[in-house]
């Protein structure tokens, strides 16, 4: 591993390293860390998200003297990790790899090096070498060489320029929209809809899921006013002001059907009309409006503006969002969805070649997406999101004789997330959402028919009683972080740290373990975690690095039931298992097959789950006949009554979206309450839903802040 030379300052989160004065500070304040721990921080921070072997820092730090490595680097990292509240057992910032070395898994502020750009790396040095050999060779080519070693020359000039020109950066931020709308609201299978502008009006989809509507607002900021249209829009997707059109998805009648007919919107009014018969599920225009990029399942396509002469662009491991034309209309780059979270920003020219990720994987930021090019083609502006956190992020693309010049750097922090970043067309101001998520844990009160405070209305969501109903356990909104307390909200006690993401928990029978799945951090599997209800460190249930899904307890506690989540392997038909947690051996439930969100009755007779086709069928399945009965359709977060009478159940996808409950009995399905967002003028977070002790449906009210802001910024 070579040597960089380190930026002076480098910031993560709300740290800030000064490399040169040898300060470590939080917030402003100094904090104490000097000497050999600084020094191993320091290195770390040279390269963000590579490894750091045990045999490198030596070199670096102890190159001529005999010194007891080991215990002096576990000492360092133990003092850094101290100074930043991070642990070992669950790493926000510094990753131990047994045997080989340490990695900063924190995206920072920082210069990437020219390693991280394998496309281009060598291009110049090659084209130096390669005139050398031929001075060496033939005077014949002099007059060549020399010209083509004075282009490198300047091209390098150029570079050295382009880093001494200084990062762009934030210098005012103005609030454009005040509608209290949410605006980044989107099924796990999509990214969010981006904002779009004609020049003097921003274009964006707003509402709750289900009830999402184009919305329009002038540039300078105004009210938010609905943009009237013929037909059902699902997502926008362009604004072209030469032309005064929107391009559009419209809707289907199937509100999980990705793919729908991309469709022109006249602007300021006119009739609709299909882009050919193309279906999509994201495209945009190409900067001249000649050209379509829309993505189709696993792939990423070109075509006439008409929807003529449609050919393939690309094959892609995942779902593409967010295509993105350079202005010279030689590349597209785009957003490859990863079900684990780990979303990475992909690009291929024009032609269909040069496939690649636009950072070296061994290097790249965690969880890219959403990017825009600046309309001079200098930058490139994308989201970057981290924990719970989501924050603007710029690539300058140098362009000119050097061909490409790349340095990363962060341009927003703060309280705010900022998503969906639009440049403005004068290339002085930055469009973006910022979102402040939150939520209030409210209960439904049948004997007066409202949604009430629950918890003191905490911010959390996947609550799950013990037995005896003494303790509680939550997951935090939207830290992503396990709690457990006693009911009444005494007790309270952190039992986990980002960067896991819990999901679910559920308590042992006995009240003594909590049971959840968790993901260890972005692009980790999804697995299976016991913990003690007095805390400790998370135990996984089963080894190996394949995806499961949420648990259930048996009502004895030897076994837990989980259906792996079908959308992290579609490779296979998911199917309800049976961990013995005396042996740790997972068999299959017969009568499974299709299913997953397992859920054990409390008589420990049946099993109920969800199937895993477009119907989302609510399942019975009996444990002693392997019989499995249907018993309502577009289903989600079955919970079985104290009981075990009846099993409740939401229907978030329905037209009629609300709170069920079937009597296992003799399968009457009744509807508690509505969950419209029309009616009840606010929506839940993430379709959950779950039961308190007395069977009341639990929901977590969004309260959330999404609203649109003009960034001023200096882009040198």
């Not at 320091?42 to 001529?64: A, F, M, N």
């Not at 060496?136 to 300047?154: D, H, K």
């Not at 992503?480 to 006693?486: E, M, P, Q, V």
């Not at 029309?678 to 839940?684: E, G, M, P, T, Y």
Request: charged share 20%; aromatic share 10%.
């Amino acid at each position: 591993m070579e040597e960089t030379n380190s930026p002076r300052l480098i910031r993560f989160g709300t740290f800030e390293v000064d490399v040169r004065s040898q300060e470590l500070r939080r917030s402003g304040v100094r904090l104490k860390l000097t000497g050999q721990p600084f020094q191993v921080l320091s290195i770390l921070l040279e390269y963000p998200g590579q490894v750091v072997t045990r045999e490198e820092l030596q070199k670096r730090l102890w190159p001529d003297t005999f010194v007891d490595v080991d215990h002096n680097l576990n000492t360092a990292i133990n003092k850094i990790r101290e100074a930043l509240c991070d642990s070992a057992e669950n790493p926000r910032y510094i990753e131990t790899l047994p045997r080989r070395g340490y990695r900063f898994i924190v995206p920072a502020n920082i210069s990437l090096p020219a390693a991280a750009w394998p496309e281009y790396e060598g291009t110049l040095s090659e084209g130096i070498h390669s005139q050398h050999r031929r001075l060496r060779s033939n005077s014949r080519f002099l007059y060549a060489a020399v010209a083509t070693t004075l282009l490198a020359a300047t091209a390098f000039f150029g570079y050295v320029y382009l880093r001494h020109l200084g990062p762009p950066k934030i210098e005012r931020y103005i609030q454009v929209t005040r509608d209290s709308q949410a605006k980044t609201s989107s099924y796990a299978i999509e990214l969010l809809s981006p904002l779009v502008s004609d020049g003097s009006q921003l274009y964006f989809m707003a509402g709750p899921l289900g009830n999402k509507r184009l919305m329009q607002v002038s540039t300078a900021g105004g009210e938010t006013a609905p943009f009237t249209a013929p037909l059902g829009i699902r997502r926008i997707v362009a604004a072209a002001a030469d032309k005064h059109e929107l391009l559009v998805l419209a809707s289907s009648n199937d509100p999980l059907q990705l793919e729908t007919p991309l469709t022109v919107l006249p602007l300021p009014a006119g009739a609709p009309h299909r882009v050919g018969d193309i279906l999509a599920h994201d495209a945009s225009w190409s900067a001249d409006g000649t050209q379509i990029a829309y993505a189709n399942g696993h792939e990423l396509y070109v075509a006439k503006s008409d929807g003529t002469d449609s050919r393939k662009l690309a094959a892609l491991p995942s779902s593409a969002w967010w295509p993105r034309w350079s202005p010279d209309g030689k590349v597209v780059r785009f957003t490859v969805l990863d079900e684990l979270g780990a979303n990475s920003l992909w690009e291929v020219s024009s032609d269909g070649n040069r496939l690649h990720r636009l950072f070296a994987e061994e290097a790249e930021p965690l969880s890219q997406c959403c990017g825009s090019w600046t309309a001079d083609g200098r930058y490139f502006v994308f989201a970057l999101k981290f924990y719970s956190e989501g924050q603007l992020w710029a690539v300058r693309d140098g362009g000119g004789l050097l061909g490409k010049a790349h340095e990363l750097t962060r341009l927003s922090s703060g309280l705010m997330s900022l998503f969906a970043p639009l440049p403005s067309n004068n290339g002085k101001r930055l469009f973006a959402i910022a979102t402040q998520p939150r939520g209030q844990l409210v209960r439904y009160d049948a004997r007066i028919g409202e949604f009430l405070p629950f918890l003191s209305a905490i911010s959390a969501q996947d609550v799950d009683f013990s037995p005896d109903a003494q303790w509680v356990t939550y997951v935090s909104f939207p830290e992503g972080t396990l709690w457990r307390s006693k009911s009444d909200g005494s007790e309270r006690l952190q039992l986990t740290l980002p960067p896991m993401g819990v999901s679910l928990p559920r308590w042992s029978p006995d009240g003594k373990r909590i049971a959840f799945v968790a993901q260890a951090s972005a692009g980790k599997p999804f697995k299976i975690y016991l913990i003690a209800r007095e805390g400790g460190i998370p135990e996984q249930a089963i080894a190996g690095d394949t995806n499961q899904g949420e648990p259930s307890w048996s009502p004895d506690g030897h076994s837990i039931a989980f259906g792996i989540w079908y959308w992290l392997n579609r490779t296979s038909t998911p199917q309800v298992n049976l961990l013995d947690l005396r042996t740790r051996q997972v068999t299959t439930l017969q009568g499974s097959q299709g299913s997953f969100a397992a859920r054990w009755s409390p008589d420990g007779r049946y099993i109920a789950a969800l199937t895993s086709d477009a119907s989302q069928n609510l399942v019975l399945i009996d444990l002693e006949t392997h019989k499995r009965t249907e018993l309502f359709d577009r289903a989600a977060y079955p919970n079985w009554s104290r009981d075990g009478r009846y099993i409740y159940f939401a229907r978030p996808y329905s037209d009629d979206p609300g709170l069920y409950r079937v009597r296992v009995s003799d399968r009457s399905v009744e509807k508690i309450t509505t969950l419209d967002p029309r009616v009840l003028s606010w929506a839940i977070v993430n379709k959950w839903t779950g039961l308190a002790p007395d069977d009341s449906p639990l929901v977590l009210r969004d309260t959330s802040v999404e609203e649109v802001y003009a960034l001023d910024w200096e882009a040198p």
